[in-house]
Nanobody
Framework: QVQLVESGGGLVQAGGSLRLSCTAS????????MGWFRQAPGKQREFVVG????????YYVDSVKGRFTISRDNAKNTVYLQMNSLKFEDTAVYFC????????????????WGQGTQVTVSS
């Protein structure tokens, strides 16, 4: 069982930056692919970015390429999402998720989910 706890959300003006963190319990964090998803009001949850367990390969949705960066620190059991040049349309609840297969790709069935953290971008 893996427990995920997100932090770092908040209110920011358009053009600003935020960094989200997700810390995982367990001793095999490095084996997990990790992903960030988001869900805006009235919309379905969508994949934003993922990182594989082995090799740290990264996957980004087109709308955040060049603005968002995912990274992981396996020694701290933590994955980060650096969000720059934020736009109003980035407003959503952001969820961290763990993929036990290690891939971290957009189409994987992620096994564990955090509770989410709100990101609000004011225009």
């Amino acid at each position: 069982q893996v427990q995920l706890v997100e932090s770092g959300g908040g209110l920011v003006q358009a053009g600003g930056s935020l960094r989200l963190s997700c810390t995982a319990s367990g001793r095999t964090f490095s084996n997990y692919g990790m992903g960030w998803f988001r869900q805006a009001p009235g919309k379905q949850r969508e994949f934003v970015v993922g990182i594989s367990g082995i090799g740290g390969r990264k996957y980004y949705v087109d709308s955040v390429k060049g603005r968002f960066t995912i990274s992981r620190d396996n020694a701290k059991n933590t994955v980060y999402l650096q969000m720059n040049s934020l736009k109003f349309e980035d407003t959503a609840v952001y969820f961290c998720a763990a993929d036990s297969t290690g891939w971290g790709t957009p189409t994987r069935e992620y096994d564990y989910w955090g509770q989410g953290t709100q990101v609000t971008v004011s225009s």
